[in-house]
């Protein structure tokens, strides 16, 4: 049981490269999170879905781009990397809504720099 | 929008003393969820503690427990008998009753335990 798995886990891109970030979890959760953790700021929401084929943003979701096909599989896109997007992305998975009876399941996070 | 505010951007204790975390938030909602996560330097997102705004008793797990004041919209975490491996972020979270879109954190504690 691998829980939830973020690839890549370290990324170097230039301005204006595109990437897409995956995270997959095995625990058949409905829903799943994009943070975005920055030095002094804690985890910020991007984007989340609470089901297969819904998105929605979070607080802050400007130069993000997300889908969720399948049930397993949370994308996060970068159309057109900024040096402001280097950070440590999280992704999260939880079966339960409020994350209270079913705790949140991070992944390890990946950490993107843009030059 | 509901914000968590950690005062303390650094606290620093000697092994085996008690240290405790401020956390405040804000929200008009009556029904809501508290949690507490830790981050050690592997970057590991870990659950320690959680609370449910209904609940008048205040959550205990082992050495961690919370001093929620509903009224003062305070949640404390106390670590009692610290440890050199408590050292870590420490993260206050909340997410109100009324939806599903994540959890809002803190910008975090960072820890120290000397020995």
């Known amino acids: 049981n691998a829980g939830v798995t973020q690839t890549p886990k370290f990324r170097v891109l230039k301005t204006g490269q595109s990437m897409t970030l995956l995270c997959a979890q095995d625990?058949?959760?409905?829903?799943m999170y994009w943070y975005r953790q920055d030095p002094g700021m804690g985890l910020r929401l991007i984007h989340y879905?609470?089901?297969?084929?819904?998105?929605a943003k979070g607080e802050v979701p400007d130069g993000y781009n997300v889908s969720r096909l399948k049930k397993q599989n949370f994308l996060l896109g970068l159309e057109s990397a900024a040096p402001s997007q280097t950070s440590v992305y999280f992704c999260?998975?939880?079966?339960?809504?409020?994350?209270?009876?079913?705790?949140?399941?991070f992944g390890n996070g990946t950490r993107l720099t843009v030059t | 929008a509901q914000t968590v505010t950690q005062s303390q951007p650094e606290m620093s204790v000697q092994e085996a003393e008690t240290v405790t975390l401020s956390c405040t938030y804000d929200?008009?909602?009556?029904?809501?969820?508290l949690f507490w996560y830790k981050q050690p330097p592997s970057r590991q997102m870990i659950l320690v503690i959680r609370?449910?705004?209904?609940?008048?008793q205040n959550a205990t797990e082992n050495r961690f427990s919370v001093n929620f004041q509903k009224a003062a919209k305070s949640f404390s975490l106390k670590i009692s008998d610290s440890q050199l491996g408590d050292t870590a972020m420490y993260f206050c979270?909340?997410?109100?009753?009324?939806?599903?879109?994540?959890?809002?954190f803190g910008k975090g504690t960072h820890l120290i335990i000397q020995p």
């Open positions: 999260a998975s939880s079966e339960d809504w409020s994350s209270y009876n079913s705790p949140l399941h």
């Open positions: 625990m058949n959760h409905e829903y």
């Open positions: 879905s609470v089901g297969e084929g819904t998105t």
């Open positions: 929200t008009s909602e009556n029904n809501y969820y």
């Open positions: 609370q449910e705004a209904y609940k008048q």
């Open positions: 979270a909340f997410i109100s009753g009324g939806g599903a879109d994540g959890l809002t």
